[in-house]
């Protein structure tokens, strides 16, 4: 598990740019959090990360918005609106989880039954500090797998850094801020 603090709308859309580069097909992601918590912006980024060329909306109305992207396809879900289980069959929600695409699914706390173990989970919440703030936490995605996340405790997605506590043995390693635009190199596996 990590957690990282986003300050602006631009800093979600690149976090979720980020995490995009890291998936493999058939990934599942399942984002929780409260409304305007940033969980489309998330999306956004993913779909922009993926190569979709299409604007990205929330699909409240129609349950699932479909993109195609470089490699593989995105499927967005937002089952804000759905009042029981039994919608997502209706819609096929098992096909698209075993399509070998990118499933992204927001409100996912509403139909955790559906989703499978293997899911990576994000959770959005507001923090104290501005209005702008959010505390995006991960979980399900190991470090050594996703060597750009070799960091983990609490982070600025866009800003400078500070608070990043490295990850095992790169603690000696002087701090950087694997979001920044500047951050290129991966870190050492540990
Ligand atoms: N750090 C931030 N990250 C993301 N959005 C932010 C941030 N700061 C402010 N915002 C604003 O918060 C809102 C987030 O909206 P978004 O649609 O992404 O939320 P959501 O979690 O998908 O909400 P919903 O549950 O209604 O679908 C936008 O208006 C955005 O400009
Ligand atoms: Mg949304």
Not at 163 to 184: I, V
Request: hydrophobic share 35%.
């Amino acid at each position: 598990m990590f957690t990282v603090i986003s300050e602006s709308e631009a800093d979600t859309v690149r976090f979720g740019e980020k995490i995009a580069a890291k998936l493999k097909k058939g990934d599942i992601i399942a984002l929780t959090g409260d409304l305007g918590t940033g969980k489309t912006a998330f999306v956004k980024g993913l779909a922009r990360g993926l190569g979709v060329a299409e604007y990205v909306t929330s699909p409240t109305f129609t349950l699932v918005q479909s993109y195609k992207g470089r490699d593989v396809s995105l499927h967005h879900f937002d089952v804000y609106r759905i009042s029981d289980e039994e919608e997502m069959f209706e819609i096929g929600f098992n096909e698209y989880l075993y399509e070998n695409d990118i499933c992204v699914i927001e409100w996912a706390d509403l139909i955790k039954n559906l989703i499978p173990p293997r899911a990576i989970w994000i959770h959005f919440e507001r923090t104290e500090d501005g209005a702008d703030k959010r505390r995006i936490t991960v979980r399900g995605l190991k470090a050594n797998d996703y060597t750009c996340f070799g960091y983990v405790g609490t982070g600025s997605v866009g800003g400078s850094g500070k608070g990043w506590l490295p990850y095992g043995r790169n603690n000696h390693q002087e701090r950087k801020n694997p979001f920044a635009e500047s951050y290129s190199d991966d870190p050492p596996v540990a």
